[in-house]
T-cell receptor
Framework: SQQGEEDPQALSIQEGENATMNCSYK?????LQWYRQNSGRGLVHLIL?????REKHSGRLRVTLDTSKKSSSLLITASRAADTASYFC???????????FGTGTRLKVLA | ETGVTQTPRHLVMGMTNKKSLKCEQH?????MYWYKQSAKKPLELMFV???????ENNSVPSRFSPECPNSSHLFLHLHTLQPEDSALYLC?????????????FGPGTRLTVL
């Protein structure tokens, strides 16, 4: 079964608004990462949160992790048109070098 | 040149062709990965190499053959592919020595199998 699942699958907002994406996973993890992908390009690492952390910030990004619910959320504040991309969460199920990615959330920020 | 590079960026091949995808990382990393990304599907891990040794083969058909001659280079040899193999193939690398494996991705090779 899929380790990471993001929701919503697609999100459309106006520039300046906040965007929230959620990720759920099924097994215990060591850490969870969020990546961004612009159309047809490689993924770019955004932020990593360890299993013993509950919240982390990086610029306009805020990530939370609830290991009891096996879920994480990514909040992008004051969104910009340049934030338009697909966002993926990735989890490592067993502390190996194997990360499982979800299907992603497609975010569109309208100028 | 920095980061992770992939060549070619686009490839069109027939089912009887043999071709290779190349990935090179300039980050001093020890782990390298091949992923397949098809439309509306999760990113699929294909192979993992750590210190040039293959540590993961995610039930990939034998028509895909990886090669890792050193920690900086990774190849994916393709032969007798099927149209359903058309996808974006992404290479990534990571430090490989720490538990926090942030992955750095290349731009991908868009493969079309006719």
């Amino acid at each position: 079964s899929q380790q990471g699942e993001e929701d919503p699958q697609a999100l459309s907002i106006q520039e300046g608004e906040n965007a929230t994406m959620n990720c759920s996973y099924k097994t215990s993890i060591n850490n969870l990462q969020w990546y961004r992908q612009n159309s047809g390009r490689g993924l770019v690492h955004l932020i990593l949160i360890r299993s013993n952390e509950r919240e982390k910030h990086s610029g306009r990004l805020r990530v939370t992790l609830d290991t009891s619910k096996k879920s994480s959320s990514l909040l992008i504040t004051a969104s910009r048109a340049a934030d338009t991309a697909s966002y993926f969460c990735a989890t490592d199920a067993s502390g190996t070098y194997k990360y499982i990615f979800g299907t992603g959330t497609r975010l569109k920020v309208l100028a | 040149e920095t980061g992770v590079t992939q060549t070619p960026r686009h490839l069109v091949m027939g089912m009887t062709n043999k071709k290779s995808l190349k990935c090179e990382q300039h980050l001093g990393h020890n782990a390298m990965y091949w992923y397949k990304q098809s439309a509306k599907k999760p990113l699929e891990l294909m192979f993992v190499y750590n210190f040039k040794e293959q540590t993961e083969n995610n039930s990939v058909p034998s028509r895909f053959s990886p090669e890792c001659p050193n920690s900086s280079h990774l190849f994916l040899h393709l032969h007798t592919l099927q149209p359903e193999d058309s996808a974006l193939y992404l290479c990534a690398s990571s430090d490989g020595t720490s538990g926090d494996n942030e992955q750095f991705f290349g731009p991908g090779t868009r493969l079309t199998v006719l």
